[in-house]
Nanobody, 124 residues
Framework: QVQLVESGGGLVQAEGSLRLSCAAS????????MGWFRQAPGKEREFVAY????????YYADSVKGRFTISRDNAKNTVYLQLNSLKPEDTAVYYC?????????????????WGQGTQVTVSS
């Protein structure tokens, strides 16, 4: 089992940047693929980014491709999401999630463990 705690959210102006972190406790962090999701008020939770166990492979939603970067440091049991060129429509609660899988995981229900979320608000 793994516990996840996100941090780094906040209020930022459009075109600004933030770096979200997700610290994992428990053992064998490197055995989990990791994902970031977000949920805006009144909307369903949506996939943002994925990274495989080693960090060698990533995948992004079209809406964030070229602006967001996911990375991980297995020695620190942490996954990151760098958010650049932020837009007001990026405003949401951002969640990290873990799945003990080998393949690309894009669906929220395929992730077993979730953090509590961190709020990102982008003003225009």
């Amino acid at each position: 089992q793994v516990q996840l705690v996100e941090s780094g959210g906040g209020l930022v102006q459009a075109e600004g940047s933030l770096r979200l972190s997700c610290a994992a406790s428990g053992h064998t962090f490197s055995s989990y693929v990791m994902g970031w999701f977000r949920q805006a008020p009144g909307k369903e939770r949506e996939f943002v980014a994925y990274i495989n166990r080693s960090g060698s492979s990533t995948y992004y939603a079209d809406s964030v491709k070229g602006r967001f970067t996911i990375s991980r440091d297995n020695a620190k049991n942490t996954v990151y999401l760098q958010l650049n060129s932020l837009k007001p429509e990026d405003t949401a609660v951002y969640y990290c999630a873990a799945a003990q899988r080998y393949n690309l995981v894009l669906i929220a229900t395929d992730y077993s463990y979730w953090g509590q979320g961190t709020q990102v608000t982008v003003s225009s």
